[in-house]
Structures are given as C-alpha cells and as structure tokens.
C-alpha cells in the first residue's frame, strides 16, 4: 500500500487513491490478532478517522471557496442579482450535503467547520490532521469561540491548544467557553442576545410511538417553568378536604414523570384530560391490519403491521385500531350541540402489487380540498433529496412547467423548500426515470445530476416506511373487498 500511494500523484489521482484504500480497509481481517494488536487496530483507526476528517475539511473548505467565488464575480459583473448569487452558494452546499449523504442543515455546519479549521483555527487543525483528536472535538472548539474575531480566534485556539488532547468533551467545551469569555466578554453578551429570538418549540419522533415536544427558551424562563410543574406534582398529596378529589388523587398511580408531562401538555394544549385533539392526523392501514383475522389467517406479523403515519413512522396496529375506537366511544358520548368532535373519515388508497407504491386513492372528499396534492404528500411524506429527512414542505414540478412538464403525479416530487430552490439552479437537472404506474415498474424515481455531473437517485419511499419485506397475496381481490361481501350477504 505504501508504494501505491508513492506511485500516485498528488493531484487527479487523489479520489482513486482514496476509493483503493477504502476498498482495501473493507477486506482487512482482524481474526488471528491479538488482544494488544486488536486494541492497537482500534487506537490506530481513531486516528485515522482524524486525519481523514482533516482532509475532508481541506476539501470542503477549496469546494465552497471556488464555488463562493464563482457565484460573487458573476455578481459583480452584474450577469446574476444578488439573490442568485445568494442561491448559488445554497447551491453549492446542497452539493456537499449529497457528497457526505447528510441533510443541507448537516452540510451547512460541516462547511463552516471546514473553514474555521482552515483559516481561523491552525492549532486544532494540526491536532485532527495528526489524528490526535475527532472531529466531534474539532467541532466543539469551533462551536465554542464562533463569536470571536479572527484575531481573538487565533489566540484561544492557541491557548486551548495544550488541552486538546487531555481534557474530556464537556471540560473542553468548559474551558473553550472560557477562553472566549477572557478575550471578548462583548461578544458573548451579544451572542446571547442574538439566541433570544430564537426561542421556538419543535417536535421530533421517540421511539415505540412517543415523540419529544421541546421548547428553546431563556434559562430563566425554562426553569421556571420545570419548577411550577415540580411544585404541583409533589401539591397532589396533599389533602385537600374534598373527599371526591382526595379519593381520584389517591387512585392516580402514574409516575411523577408521567404527571408531569400529562399536566404539561394538557396546559400546552388548553384540552381537558383525555380530549381529543382539534388536528388532522393521516394514519395509513392496510386491509389486513385494519380487519385483523378476517381473512382465516393468525400470522401476527400480517394482523399488527401495515401501520403508518405519513413523516413520522411506524405503529403497532393493535395500538392505531384502539385510538380510532377510541375516538369513535366519544363521538358517541359527545352532545349533539358540540362542536369538538374527533372525526373518523376514511379513504381508500390503491398500490401497486406488493402493496410498496400508493398509485391513486379516491378523489372525492370531505373537508378537505386537493386530491393529488394529498396524494403526493401521502407518497412523499419528507423530501425525496436523498439523505435529506426534512418534511416535504412543497410539491415541486421534476420537468418544469415552462419547458413543458405537467401537472400530474407522475412529474411531481415532495420536497423541502431549500432543495426546491435548489434544484432550479444552473447546472442542476432531473428527469423522470420510472413512473410507478407500471405493474412490477418499481417505485415512482427520478434521477437527479447535479453541476459536476454526479448522479443520484430519488426513490419515493414505500407507503408503509422502509423496514417492511413487500407482501404477496393469495387472493387477486383485497381483505377489505373480501370483508365487504361477507357484509353484504349477511345483510
């Protein structure tokens, strides 16, 4: 391997080089080693991991600079506006982000770690090209001193530059925080003035149904606020006189943890305890998890999977089918005169065989306008960009509307609105390479060619999520179908 890497020049044959290595680590074997050896392979790859991250951020760094470059010339000559300019460099970070098979928000940090490695943090980037640190360390010293001149920059880099390799991750951070502290404490008061109009509450899936509700606040605020909840859980042992209440708060065996987010949301939502929610949620089901055992077969997997939210993922369809019931016993119990009933509207939804591709579902609806544009919602509940899983904030034209394309699912893509822009800039094109109409076609695809002429491809992931082997049916017509006759004939 040595003399390979001797026999290479240092310029076009660099990526090749790179691919031979990869390829050669992927064949090593590590049985025969010793323990000593084996924990020395291990050492040694950190390192190597350093270093390769070093390089990365060289060449991200020479990547965005030419592009940035390009994009501010053609400006100045006035060829393009600003905001094309603006879009560009996007551009051009879209493109590191499909190089690194991560999401644009990704991208952008890593392309600003690249160029504060390169120009404004020489100390620790002699440490990760030495492989004496990761990248994630890298990160946190960049992350920590952002609000520092470049001047300043320099000087706490130089400072941390001893404690590299000595302290933990949160002692860095610590000591990072510090320094940048010590040399300009403006900065970090307006730093932190800035973080305040960013406050804002989020929400992301949580494994086996759940999902995490944060809120980004002041300290102070937050606190607070986990202070209040804190208080009432512990005020609801107290007696209170009222026998009726005493006994129901007595009976109440949840954990204080579990009381305490009931209450938070219940507070959040301004809705009583188990009130249903005023807000549309899709849940997609299959004929077989909808009508479990109907079709004279017990097989668990058939009867509990086929369940999905579209954009948030996979549940167990005994738990969807309890929810909808549910919802069904307090439309029931609900007065007339109220107007805060959960709806149950159900639509079918035809796939292809194997049930992988949604290809149309009925066009008639209630309160609801739009059918193909929920039908492409359904299909791309996120962006179609690959390693992008930013929900599909927009339903874009592959072949545009002013060169011909038309609006039809077969030429439509859910995307996130960056990747939207983005796909318009110049040297960017799509093409629509398998329609997913087609019995046995496969899933709708198109390719995507970005300006340097790397190719990738953007397949509308399946109905159910990806995790889910394709299922065959004995019979040519559905469950449902079948459950429907049995109906009728019993009528």
Not at 257 to 279: F, H, K, Y
Request: glycine content about 8%.
């Amino acid at each position: 391997m040595v003399q390979a890497i001797e026999s290479q020049e240092s310029g076009s044959g660099l990526p090749a080089l790179l691919a031979d290595t990869v390829a050669w680590l992927s064949d090593i074997a590590v049985q025969g080693l010793t323990q000593a050896e084996r924990l020395q392979v291990v050492e040694t790859l950190e390192a190597a991991k350093g270093v390769a991250a070093a390089v990365q951020a060289r060449a991200t760094d020479s990547f965005v600079a030419e592009r940035d470059a390009d994009a501010q010339a053609a400006a100045a000559r006035g060829e393009i506006s600003r905001r094309a300019a603006a879009r560009a460099r996007s551009a051009a970070r879209a493109e590191v982000a499909l190089a690194r098979r991560c999401s644009p928000g990704q991208a952008d940090r890593h392309v600003g770690l690249a160029q504060a490695l390169t120009h404004e943090l020489p100390c620790t980037m002699t440490a990760l090209t030495a492989g004496d640190i990761s990248e994630w360390r890298a990160t946190i010293v960049a992350r920590e001193t952002a609000c520092l001149t470049r001047a300043d920059r320099l000087e706490a880099d130089r400072r941390l530059a001893g404690e590299l390799t000595r302290l933990g991750d949160k002692a860095l951070a610590g000591a990072a925080r510090r320094a940048t502290l010590d040399l300009d404490p403006d900065a970090v008061v307006e730093r932190r003035s800035r973080a305040v109009p960013s406050r804002c509450v989020t929400v992301r899936p949580a494994p086996d149904g759940m999902a995490y509700l944060s809120i980004l606040g002041s300290m102070i605020d937050v606190v607070g606020a986990q202070a209040s909840l804190t208080m009432a859980e512990k005020a609801r042992f107290v007696a209170t006189g009222d026998p009726v209440l005493d006994n129901s708060r007595a009976e109440d065996d949840r954990s204080r943890g579990a009381w305490m987010a009931d209450t938070a949301l219940e507070r959040l939502s301004g809705r009583a305890a188990d009130q249903a929610q005023p807000i549309e949620v899709c849940l997609v089901m299959s004929e077989s998890a909808f009508f479990p055992g109907q079709d004279g077969h017990a097989d668990h997997e058939r009867s509990e999977g086929g369940t999905e939210v579209p954009g948030w993922g996979a549940v167990p369809a005994s738990a969807a089918r309890e929810h909808l019931l549910t919802l069904l016993e307090d439309d029931e119990q609900l007065d007339d005169e109220s107007t805060e009933t959960a709806g149950v509207w159900l639509r079918r939804l035809w796939t292809g065989p194997g049930g992988r591709d949604l290809v149309a579902m009925d066009s008639a609806r209630r309160l609801f306008s739009g059918s193909l544009r929920r039908l492409l919602q359904l299909r791309d509940p996120v962006c179609r960009m690959p390693w992008c899983d930013a929900p599909a904030r927009q339903v874009d034209h592959i072949h545009p509307v002013a060169r011909g394309g038309h609006t039809v699912a077969i030429n439509a893509a859910g995307l996130c609105q960056r990747h939207n822009l983005v796909k318009e800039e110049p040297g960017w094109s799509a093409e629509v390479t398998v329609t997913g109409l087609d019995p046995g076609g496969g899933p709708h695809e198109f390719h995507l060619t970005t300006p340097t002429g790397r190719e990738h491809r953007c397949v509308a992931a399946p109905l159910f999520g990806h995790g889910r082997q394709p299922r065959t049916r004995a019979h040519p017509e559905s469950e449902l179908e079948r459950t429907l006759e049995r109906f009728l004939d019993a009528a």
